[in-house]
């Protein structure tokens, strides 16, 4: 069993940054992609940014150039940091951690970025 713990949510206003982490615990025998979703209320859960194990990296349009997601495998922890964040931004926020090829979510964390 893998678990996933998040932290770095909260409150911020437009134009400000946070950094979220995602450290992953357990029977890890190798970690395939580490993803970061998000969903807004009354919307569908989308993908935000994606790292491989090789370093290569997938932005949504919407965050390109703000956003950046990294990776310590020593560590199995995924990073989003978070600039220029903007109020459409406001989302419950998701690490997705694929283990050998199994998908594994965290609890999520709540992101909020008043006008």
């Known amino acids: 069993q893998v678990q996933l713990v998040e932290s770095g949510g909260g409150l911020v206003q437009a134009g400000g940054s946070l950094r979220l982490s995602c450290a992953a615990s357990g029977r890890i025998f190798s970690i395939n992609t580490m993803d970061w979703y998000r969903q807004a209320p009354g919307k569908q859960r989308e993908l935000v940014a994606q790292i491989t194990n090789g370093g290569r990296t997938v932005y949504a349009d919407s965050v390109k150039g703000r956003f950046t997601i990294s990776r310590d495998n020593a560590k199995n922890t995924v990073y989003l940091q978070m600039n220029s964040l903007k109020p459409e931004d406001t989302a419950v926020y998701y690490c997705?951690?694929?283990?050998?090829?199994?998908?594994?979510w965290g609890q999520g964390t709540q992101v909020t970025v008043s006008s």
């Open positions: 997705r951690v694929v283990v050998s090829f199994t998908p594994y």
